[in-house]
């Protein structure tokens, strides 16, 4: 499992900042889809941080679709190209008529 390296990234809070490094490091791989995130001790510990502070980023990370159930990395779906013609509303489920989906 990584160790989360944390240098103070930009500015805001440092949960938002905790988080960023987090999300950073899910996109370049260190983290894979259902993998665990580190205990939220750990990287309190490790970072000289309270646990509130890595329990509110891990928060965040969930609130953003990035880890479910609160500290497993969840699948991402692959970036869509700008002239898909898709959006990202249309890729949320939306009640259907099924008469009118059989042709009923």
Same mark, same amino acid.
């Given at each position: ?48 941080? @309270? &646990? ?7 928060? $965040?990370?969930? #609130?953003? /679709? =990035?880890? *479910? +159930? @609160? &500290? ?7 970036? $869509?190209?700008? #002239?898909? /013609? =898709?959006? *990202? +509303? ?15």
């Amino acid at each position: 499992m990584p160790t989360v390296d944390f240098e103070p990234i930009g500015s805001g809070p440092l949960y938002e900042r905790l988080a960023r490094r987090l999300a950073g490091l899910v996109d370049r791989g260190a983290f894979r889809t259902g993998e665990r995130l580190p205990s939220i001790r750990g990287p309190a510990r490790d970072l000289r941080v @309270g &646990v509130n502070t890595v329990r509110e980023a891990y928060a $965040l990370l969930e #609130d953003r /679709g =990035i880890v *479910e +159930g @609160g &500290v497993y990395v969840r699948p991402r779906l692959p970036d $869509l190209p700008a #002239d898909s /013609g =898709i959006s *990202e +509303g249309s890729l949320r489920p939306r009640p259907v008529n099924v008469r009118e989906a059989m042709g009923r």
